[in-house]
């Protein structure tokens, strides 16, 4: 349900307190926490169910405010063992609270396997899991705004991967939320949980560059951890984390991934201008 700002849609932040409050024309006056400053003009107010839970949605408008310039651009690879690797050599660590996750939901989804259908014991354990998998996605927001809002600020161009969307959604595991056979396994969970994160950064951090003036390059993704950044030979990639150019010897899979990214978005090989 959308509710359009003017035409009976008010929102009132929180100002310091706890609950904001939404006026809506369908459903009246309701109270809201409220998560986060909502930023610009109001345009409109939604309402979205998850489960037992209602959510009000804010749709804003801003103008874009430039951030000053930095003068540095990087390329960035997002990975399974780490978050993200720069083109610079940094590194964004994946967070913990996925670990924990994980074996809450592992162990949850035991149990539902355990459970008679349509016991009171297997509904019981359904909304713990719808639980476990609503707290994952607020950390796992808040971890995707707190690290994009760190690479605008510091950075006038960032380079990407193009997302691959159809090879996420076409997945024969099924996705976290709603497993096939193969998401149970420890690592395809781990994997579900980052693979449906990669899309929201993404989406997350290309808002953040517009609305600070910043720019944003989606390369193609073909072949960037497997091509040498240096002259471009095919390597071989012995382990996960290292790949082997026959002239060049081992190199760091993500940060060649990385390098590769930033010459591919026009950015040299990503090291600050
Ligand atoms: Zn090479």
């Known amino acids: 349900m959308l509710f359009v700002a003017g035409d009976g849609a008010r929102w009132d ?10 006026s809506l024309k369908a459903v009246g006056g309701i109270k809201v926490g409220q998560h986060r400053p909502v930023v610009g003009r109001v345009k409109a107010l939604q309402l979205k169910r998850e489960h037992r839970r209602w ?4 749709v804003t408008e801003s103008e874009p405010v430039p951030l000053p310039s930095t003068g540095r651009s990087v390329g ?12 610079v050599g940094d590194v964004v660590a994946n967070p913990r609270f996925l670990e924990v996750a994980q074996e809450r939901i592992g162990g949850l989804q035991r149990r539902r396997a355990r459970s008679r259908p349509g016991s009171g014991n297997r509904r019981r354990v359904r909304r713990a899991l719808a639980k476990e998998w609503r707290r994952i996605r607020n950390q796992r927001r808040d971890f995707h705004h707190k690290t994009a809002r760190a690479l605008v600020d510091t950075h006038d ?8 969307v159809a090879a996420m959604t076409a997945s024969a595991a099924g996705t976290a939320e709603h497993p096939g056979a193969n998401v149970e396994a420890k690592a395809g969970l781990n994997r579900s949980i980052l693979d449906a994160g990669w899309t929201q950064f993404t989406r997350i951090l ?3 560059a517009e609305s600070a003036g910043r720019r944003v390059v989606l390369v193609h993704p073909a072949n960037t951890s497997i091509d040498c950044h240096i002259c471009g030979a095919s390597c071989t990639r012995p ?10 010897g ?13 010459t591919r978005a026009g950015l040299g090989s990503g090291q600050a201008s």
Not at 13 to 22: I, K
Not at 55 to 58: A, D, M, Q
Not at 76 to 87: E, H, K, P, Q, Y
Not at 157 to 164: G, M, S, Y
């Open 250 to 262: 081992e190199l760091d899979a993500d940060l060649n991934g990385a390098r590769n990214i930033a």
């Open 206 to 208: 290309v808002a953040k």
């Open 157 to 164: 161009t960032i380079a990407l991967e193009q997302l691959r």
């Open 239 to 248: 382990r996960q984390d290292t790949v082997v150019c026959p002239a060049h």
């Open 55 to 58: 959510y009000v949605i804010i």
């Open 76 to 87: 960035i690879d997002l990975g399974v063992a780490r978050f993200l690797t720069t083109s």
């Open 13 to 22: 932040p929180a100002d310091g307190g706890r609950w904001a409050h939404a």
